[in-house]
């Protein structure tokens, strides 16, 4: 301390309010004034690439999470912006901000992802996820409960510990510790459902799905490990040691710690993976047919299958069907276009060559077949039939 009563690190000219962001004998201070202005870089660059990545998202699905993960980016921000109410000196407004603010940040990132979990078994079991909008709406929803109820606590509050009142003034932050943490049940619930629905994703076909619920699993698995020990710590471990004044820095630190979780343990590995492309093929929809498309291969090995010929022709008794001779064409080797060397490309012809080919073909190697009648001796007024009956008579005289 200074002779005029200015930590050491501060201008005198500052509020004493404020001595705790420059006290360079109050550690802590300091530390976790570095770990949340970096944070929020943090937090504002991962905001600014999830929008700008947006037009190259190529897997629809994933693209779907990105108002969710956009939301849980904003959320983390204000918790590292919450970080210097516990920093700075109590007074009325930083009183207010950690009533009010506490409760309302976490359950907002809670709230993302309980529905991301959620989407996830929704994928498992039916095979497609709700749209993204109404994954929003419902985590906005969720989220909003929370604000009701901090909002009637906090007035509740105010009105029962009115700024008149000389203890109030003393002591703006007037409130009990227990009370304090059981306004904030609702985050509590919330954090088991976070815990809870990322667990059958774990179990899901896909390897990129079970990658999203290990990142929900393990974010809310650190998260109440963060909540059990600041509530205990706040409850009854600094007052069991004799140490009241260390509440501050013990919900500083559970904030500042919690939030970069949610950036390290789901906001990082998810901004990396959001560019990737889907490695498993989705199966084809109900209704709708896959055709594979015609490759023609000219070589050694494979040729064009010719088509079958239908005959059209009406077959006839009274006439004899007299088909020309197809002319045979030059006998050509299998092996006359294999000439030692890889082929570089595949020659695949249009329709209109194929047609033209076609015609080409019929026109040099086919010819018209003419039904013509039996042949007619000139002058011979017998038919076959009384030559064959004059023979047998012959036969029997003899």
Not at 49 to 77: E, N
Not at 110 to 138: A, F, I, K
Not at 373 to 381: E, F, I, Q, R, T
Request: aromatic share 10%; net charge negative; proline share 6%.
């Amino acid at each position: 301390m200074n002779p005029t009563g200015v930590p050491r690190g501060c201008d005198p000219s500052i509020s004493a309010i404020f001595y705790q962001l420059c006290d360079l004998t109050a550690v802590w201070g300091i530390v976790l004034e570095a770990c949340a202005a970096a944070g929020m870089v943090t937090s504002f660059m991962l905001f600014v690439i999830v929008l700008a990545s947006l037009p190259f998202v190529t897997d629809k699905k994933r693209k779907g999470m990105v108002a969710l993960q956009a939301s849980i980016l904003v959320f983390t921000l204000g918790l590292f912006g919450l970080t210097f109410a516990f920093i700075v000196d109590r007074y009325s407004t930083s009183c207010v901000a950690r009533r009010f603010l506490f409760g309302v940040l976490f359950s907002g990132c809670l709230s993302c992802l309980v529905m991301h979990g959620l989407w996830l078994v929704l994928l498992e079991r039916r095979g497609s996820g709700p749209r993204s909008w109404t994954l929003w709406l419902g985590a906005l929803a969720l989220w909003l409960v929370e604000v009701i109820i901090n909002t009637e606590w906090l007035i509740i509050t105010e009105v029962r510990n009115p700024l008149s009142d000389p203890i109030a003034l003393h002591h703006p932050c007037i409130i009990a510790n227990q009370d304090f943490v059981m306004a904030l049940i609702y985050v509590m619930l919330l954090l088991l459902a976070v815990v809870l629905i990322a667990l059958p994703s774990l179990k899901h076909k896909h390897k990129q799905w079970r990658r999203d619920g290990a990142f929900i699993l393990v974010t809310g698995f650190f998260t109440s490990a963060i909540w059990v020990t600041w509530i205990v710590m706040y409850t009854y471990g600094n007052g069991a040691a004799g140490h009241a004044s260390w509440d501050d820095p013990t919900l500083g630190i559970a904030v500042v710690s919690n939030a970069w979780v949610f950036l390290g343990f789901y906001a990082i590995p998810e901004v990396c993976l959001l560019t990737q492309e889907d490695s498993e093929q989705e199966q084809p929809l109900d209704g709708e047919h896959v055709y594979p498309a015609r490759t023609l291969v000219y070589g050694p090995d494979l040729k064009e299958p010719e088509p079958t010929q239908q005959n059209v022709y009406v077959e006839n008794k009274a006439f004899s069907m007299d088909e020309a001779a197809i002319e045979p064409t030059t006998p050509v080797s299998p092996y006359a276009v294999y000439n030692g060397q890889r082929q570089s490309s595949v020659y695949q012809p249009t329709e209109i060559a194929l047609i033209a080919k076609h015609l080409k073909e019929m026109d040099q190697g086919a010819r018209i077949p003419r039904a013509t009648a039996p042949p007619l001796n000139p002058g011979s007024g017998r038919s076959s039939l009384s030559r064959s009956v004059e023979s047998l008579a012959s036969q029997e005289w003899s």
